[in-house]
């Protein structure tokens, strides 16, 4: 009770705000940070739940044993079968080798199917989602099977046997995700229509599913079950594999949150620590006021530290608060880019906000307020009794500890929490060493300058232990300011080329020879234009260096299972890169070297190194019953992020042409002609459309959300950064009001002192600044190599920028506070430092 | 009552050892007031500190009401002066976020008086300070600041008060003031006082003053007349 009077009398005095803000900041960052992320994630997982059509999957080749689904259900978990497969349908005198999926009715069983009653349409007002498959009797399909089939909705299917009503058309399947199939168009029927249809037999290539949902517990025991009953032709599907794509970008975007909550923590850490050692020279006199009416130390320290635990409780709650603001706030500005309403947030993001609030109290403040309660009551009666503070070092050591263990904690990787640390070590050597040599040169040449440089300068050296601390403080603020600022943008840059404005957006596969030249006019009456087509030849691996690959290699590689894309072309295409070998111009004396039946060929290195071979390896093809070898000149390297056709197997021309093939290119299609897609379908339905521009719409709009993020920690950093200047220069304020008053008792003019004081702010923001682009250098260089994997390129603008910034906030700030100190009277200055 | 035998203070310098005080021996009783007087650098506040169990003597030993405060710990020292003293100083100590009546009843607070601000306020009242109850420091003048530097001091009810040049900080006319107030709250208390001042006028108004010279108790006399007013 007496703390909480005490504490609030104190609060009301100003003595505690730099503290409390302080405090508060970090715990609003990391809130808002974890917060965010907790969210995020919880989306993710429900939204690949949805790819999934359920929360796990398992796919097989063979039909579902019994066991597996008697045990599903005693583990009370929802099951759904699906089957797979490719067969004719027809339709009249029409037919059509479509990609028939039979699901039993719970399908699916998280996400929903969009359905329309209108072949093509594109606007959702004629949408409607349901969550079960249709009923036995009926099937839906692609819009694209009605023209193949020249057919209407309400007419009749034949599936094998029977003969089915098609009643829907398709619009979106939850779980057909990013695997394309050249197969034809769906035909989703129900499973009990699936035996009377006879179109399995023995031998029949059908793959099985089977989709589960239940509870975390009752799935994660059914799959420690099922784990050791798979064989390798079956697999297991969880949701992070089912995105694996989109969540290492959004890792990347998660790392940079924690990067700028940890950072936002240290800096508000620093200043939590300035404003604390400043709070303890204020409360000397009051503790030896304390102490000489008989309070004992105990009662000091006890005093002190509820008051401190008080305050520190209710920063962070009240950080809690404005940390969930800020990240609602975040939330709502990004509404209409969120897929799914976010979940809310579980209960660690909580925890983590509390525990960085009362592990900065034990980090940052509670060691500058250590040595209070031992301070020796004789301090009423004399200025000169010696007061024993916690060592600076001893000061640093624990609030690095603190800081790693935070860092350690948020980021849960040591690579991220080393590099951050790194560049504050360096920094602090980056600032210690050669700020003293800077600061000495500083002075002898202003020792030449007129006298208001030569006081400012000298005032530096004069205090240079001091200067050196807060050079560090600046310095280390700034660098991470800098850094932050510059890790950022360049982050930003590299997704922005990514995903160019107008990179392609459609695929056009399956596009036979006779059509070409009529999709091509179609194109150009449209007004697009495609990246140029790609001709391309169904073929599989045969035999490597004569050898048929091993019935282990088959197994683990699915490029040896099935026919590869085969495409030539004379010029290397755009995004890939010859990592080994010669692309085709370089080659000599190939033909009489291998015979004039051999191909050159060029391959990728992913694949290269899956199936074993190198440079010189010789590969048998098998293209439509023929075969032909091939020895491997190059290997390629492939930017997958262009949006253009790629190909693991490229030729040179000449070889390829003689077998049948197809045509592909990729094109962007703005959204107001996104109709054409449905004028090219019902004229060339065979031809498959990827549309990815659904994907690139996505994938855009969890950049942007990210963006939005970094843009808002950007703001909290910089405010911490703020608070840390604020602290710096309060620590250092009582000796500065105290000359100035002694100048000014002297008869020096007020605007005299100003100038003074702001040149030397100013060249401490100099240096700092200066010294920060070092330190900022350094901690780019690290950050990049490591974590984003980006090539490093020194950073100009950081040495242009950082000493001018840091000249002019800091002497800005310099010139404010002092201000103060310059119209106050001398006398009320020199009588009372209780500042 | 204060005993203090054979008091040796010495610190350790760069230049060797330095004695501040010197075999002082000293003793003051129940209701006197007492003067410390002597030139700056003679060791007066040093001797204060001792007497009051602020600092503890290199040798020698310290009876406040009998007990030897100098075989006490820090701890032991400290209850004795919750239980026995008051300190009035030479720049008023008041805590710079606390109101007038909130630095009178922060002493009686911390031993859990329940009427605290009560006593607060008559005291307060006492020292001509009704109108400025809630203004804080920085609002009142140097001789307002020491009025409730002394309401303070006598709020608690000490049976000792030490006072350290009380109006050394003050004009002659607000010393004046002060003082009369210091006596006058000392007379009605009946407290033991010890003062520690350069001033004649003021020391000449105690019961007794001793002076002290390079660490040595020069002279030990009685003033004549108006002792403690």
């Not at chain 1, 917060?35 to 097989?60: F, Y």
């Not at chain 1, 560090?472 to 800098?482: E, S």
């Not at chain 1, 962007?668 to 521009?693: A, G, H, M």
């Amino acid at each position: 009770m007496m703390a909480w009077k005490l504490l609030w009398r104190s609060w009301r005095g100003g003595q505690l705000a730099l503290i409390f803000w302080s405090l508060v900041m970090a715990v609003v960052v990391v809130t808002a940070v974890a917060l965010l992320a907790d969210r995020v994630e919880k989306a993710l997982v429900k939204e690949s739940s949805h790819l999934l059509a359920a929360d796990a999957q398992v796919r097989t080749s063979r039909a579902i044993p019994d066991n597996w689904l008697q045990r599903a259900d005693d583990e009370r978990l929802e099951t759904v079968q699906m089957a797979l497969f490719a067969s004719m349908v027809y339709s009249g005198d029409n037919n059509h080798l479509a990609a028939v999926k039979a699901v039993q009715s719970g399908y699916p069983l998280r996400g929903l199917l969009t359905l329309a009653e209108r072949p093509f349409v594109t606007t959702p007002e004629f949408f409607e989602s349901v969550n079960h498959g249709p009923p036995a009797g009926e099937v839906w399909v692609d819009s694209r099977l009605l023209p193949i089939l020249k057919m209407e909705l309400g007419d009749s299917l034949e599936v094998g046997e029977v003969t089915l009503r098609v009643t829907k058309v398709i619009v979106e399947e939850p779980d057909r995700g990013g695997s394309f199939s050249l197969f034809g168009a769906r035909v989703l029927m129900n499973w009990q229509d699936l035996n009377a249809s006879g179109v399995i037999q023995p031998g029949s290539r059908v793959d099985y599913r089977l989709l589960l949902a239940g509870e975390d517990s009752d799935l994660a025991n059914y799959l420690a079950w099922l784990e050791p009953q798979l064989n390798s032709h079956d697999r297991l599907l969880s949701p992070d594999e089912a995105q694996a794509g989109i969540a290492d970008t959004l890792i990347q975007g998660r790392r940079f949150l924690i990067l700028a909550g940890s950072l936002g923590v240290v800096l508000a850490g620093i200043a939590l620590a300035l404003a604390s050692r400043h709070y303890a020279v204020g409360q000397t006199a009051a503790v030896a006021l304390l102490k000489s009416w008989g309070l004992s130390a105990r009662r000091v320290r006890s005093l002190y530290w509820q008051q401190t635990f008080w305050l520190a409780l209710a920063g962070s709650l009240l950080g809690l608060a404005i940390g969930w603001l800020v990240h609602e706030s975040l939330v709502f500005l990004v509404r209409e880019l969120l897929p799914v309403n976010l979940p809310q947030a579980g209960w660690r993001p909580w925890l983590v906000g509390l525990a960085t609030g009362m592990l900065c109290l034990v980090g940052f403040a509670l060691p500058a307020l250590w040595h209070l309660p031992s301070l020796s009551p004789l301090a009423v009666l004399r200025q000169d009794v010696p007061v024993h503070p916690v060592s600076a070092m001893k000061r640093l050591v624990i609030g690095l500890l603190v800081i790693l263990l935070m860092l350690l904690w948020y980021s849960q990787s040591v690579a991220l929490t080393l590099a951050i640390l790194a560049g504050l070590v360096v920094t602090s050597l980056a600032v210690m060493g050669p700020g003293w040599l800077l600061l000495n040169l500083a002075r002898r040449l202003g020792s030449r300058a007129g006298s208001v440089w030569r006081l400012a300068l000298a005032n530096l050296w004069r205090r240079r232990g001091q200067t050196l601390v807060l050079l560090t403080g600046f310095a280390g603020a700034m660098a991470i300011l800098m850094t932050l600022v510059m890790v950022r943008t360049t982050l930003m840059e590299q997704w922005r080329w990514q995903l160019a404005e107008d990179a392609p957006n459609h695929f056009l596969v399956n596009v036979a020879p006779h059509e070409l030249d009529g999709v091509e006019r179609l194109l150009a009456d449209n007004q697009l234009s495609s990246v140029g087509w790609y001709a391309m030849v169904r073929g599989r691996i045969t035999l490597i260096d004569g050898q048929p690959p091993s019935d282990e290699l088959v197994e683990q590689n699915n490029a040896l299972r099935r026919e590869l894309n085969l495409s030539w072309s004379d010029q290397l295409p755009e995004g890939n890169r010859v990592e080994e070998g010669q692309w085709w111009e370089g080659l000599t004396n190939f033909a009489e070297r291998h015979g004039e039946n051999v191909a050159p060929v060029s391959i990728e290195e992913d694949l290269a190194s899956e199936i074993g071979v190198t440079l010189g390896s010789r590969l048998t093809f098998s293209v439509g019953g023929l075969t032909f070898d091939a020895v491997i000149t190059s290997i390629r390297s492939l930017n997958w992020d262009t949006m253009t056709p790629n190909f693991y197997v490229l030729f040179p021309k000449g070889y390829l042409e003689k077998y049948p093939r197809i045509f592909m290119t990729s094109l962007y299609l703005p959204p107001e002609q996104k109709p054409f897609v449905n004028t090219l379908l019902s004229q060339y339905p065979t031809v498959l459309v990827i549309e990815l521009d659904m994907v690139i719409e996505r994938i855009r709009s969890m950049v942007t959300q990210v963006t939005h993020g970094l843009e808002l920690m950007t703001l909290l950093i910089l405010g911490c950064g703020v608070l840390v200047m604020l602290a710096a220069v309060k620590l250092s304020m009582a000796e500065r009001l105290q000359e100035s008053a002694i100048l000014r008792t002297l008869g020096s003019t007020a605007r005299r002192i100003l100038t003074v004081q702001s040149v030397e702010f100013g060249a401490l923001g100099a240096l700092a600044g200066l010294l920060a682009a070092v330190g900022a250098e350094l901690a780019l260089f690290l950050l990049q190599r490591r974590m984003f994997e980006a090539p490093f390129g020194l950073h100009v603008e950081l040495w242009l920028w950082g000493p001018l910034t840091g000249a002019l906030v800091i002497g800005a700030l310099g010139v404010l506070y002092t201000r103060k100190a310059v119209r106050r009277p001398p006398l009320q200055v020199l009588g009372n430092l209780d500042i | 009552m204060i005993e203090a035998n054979h008091i040796i203070k010495e610190v350790t310098t760069s230049e060797g050892v330095l004695r501040i005080l010197d075999d002082i021996n000293l003793t003051v009783i129940d209701g006197e007031a007492l003067a410390i007087i002597g030139p700056s650098g003679s060791g007066k506040s040093t001797l204060l500190g001792i007497l009051a169990g602020l600092d503890t003597p290199s040798a020698g030993v310290v009876r406040v009401n009998g007990e030897d405060i100098t075989a006490m710990t820090e701890e032991g020292r400290a209850a004795m002066r919750a239980r026995y003293v008051g300190f009035v100083f030479q720049s008023f100590h008041l805590l710079p976020s606390l109101t007038a009546l909130e630095n009178v009843s922060l002493p009686l607070e911390l031993r859990g008086d329940s009427s605290a601000t009560e006593i607060a306020h008559s005291y307060l009242d006492r020292v001509g300070l009704t109108a400025r109850l809630s203004h804080y420091p920085r609002q009142l003048s140097g001789g307002e600041q020491q009025r409730v530097a002394l309401a303070r001091a006598f709020a608690s009810r000490p049976r000792i008060l030490f006072a350290d040049e009380p109006t050394g900080n003050l004009d002659t006319v607000t010393g004046k003031t002060i003082n009369d107030l210091l006596f006058q709250l000392n007379r009605e208390e009946g407290t033991t006082l010890v003062l520690v001042t350069h001033e004649a006028t003021l020391a000449s108004r105690c019961h007794r003053r001793v002076t002290l010279k390079g660490g040595l108790l020069v002279e030990n006399d009685t003033v004549l007349s108006g002792t403690a007013e």
